[in-house]
């Protein structure tokens, strides 16, 4: 069965510091992956994508992605944080590439910008 | 890019009573659509995924009988939960994809559903 992995559940980290939050996959085929953010009692905004291409991805705010095939990972970085950075994070896998193919999501990494 | 609503943005109700969510794609036609739910603090979990004029295909464990979900047109998807009790009480999020835009999925803001 297909999984998602975040293995930080928390990260605190202090303003302008780099972070990364960690994301693994399970599956046997092509995927899409996905990191979303979402701010308290908001709905979530697509940070990043990748589909194909370059391993490296780069999506708004600052955060970046590398896809890693060997290793089934995609951790999320951001080389320094903001307060405003503050928010909960998800890492999400497509399994396939239909239009009728299920996105699973990780269990989340809460992300604490100390001032 | 592509918006998706929902209608209500929160519902307080009574136990016992059903409660409909409607999720519109605003400037796109969405083939498919897909309902979560989230608790406090955890993750969104897949409840549905439904197509345009086909039943609805349930996940494991998602009472179809208690959480109707109708998608009568390119635009709209319906979530109704039926005699609604306490620990239906959640987050809703829908979301929605187009054949033009298989490679994204988008997402509305939220319904957060409150049962007394």
């Known amino acids: 069965a297909q999984s998602v992995t975040q293995l930080d559940s928390q990260v605190p980290v202090f303003e302008e510091a780099p972070v990364e939050l960690r994301c693994n996959y399970s599956?046997?085929?092509?995927?899409?992956l996905f990191w979303y953010v979402q701010y308290p009692n908001q709905g979530l905004q697509l940070l990043l994508k990748?589909?194909?291409?370059?391993?490296l991805v780069k999506g708004i705010n600052g955060f970046e992605a590398e896809f890693n095939k060997s290793q089934t990972s995609f951790h999320l970085r951001k080389p320094s944080v903001h307060i405003s950075d503050t928010a909960e994070y998800f890492c999400?896998?497509?399994?396939?590439?239909?239009?009728?193919?299920?996105?699973?999501f990780g269990p989340g990494t809460s992300l604490s910008v100390i001032p | 890019g592509a918006v998706v609503s929902q209608h209500p943005s929160w519902v307080i109700c009574k136990s016992g009573t059903s409660v409909k969510i409607e999720c519109r794609s605003l400037d796109f036609q969405a083939t498919t659509m897909f309902w979560y739910r989230q608790f406090p603090k955890q993750s969104l979990m897949l409840m549905a995924t439904?197509?345009?004029?086909?039943?609805?295909?349930?996940e494991q464990g998602v009472e179809k009988d208690k959480f109707l979900i109708n998608h009568a047109s390119l635009t709209l998807s319906t979530l109704t939960v039926t005699s609604a009790h306490p620990e239906d009480s959640s987050f809703y999020i829908c979301s929605a994809r187009s054949w033009g835009l298989v490679e994204t999925q988008y997402f509305g803001p939220g319904t957060r559903l409150l049962v007394l």
């Open positions: 999400a896998v497509r399994i396939g590439k239909t239009s009728y193919d299920k996105v699973i």
């Open positions: 439904s197509n345009e004029g086909s039943k609805a295909t349930y």
């Open positions: 990748y589909l194909s291409g370059s391993t």
């Open positions: 599956s046997s085929v092509s995927v899409y």
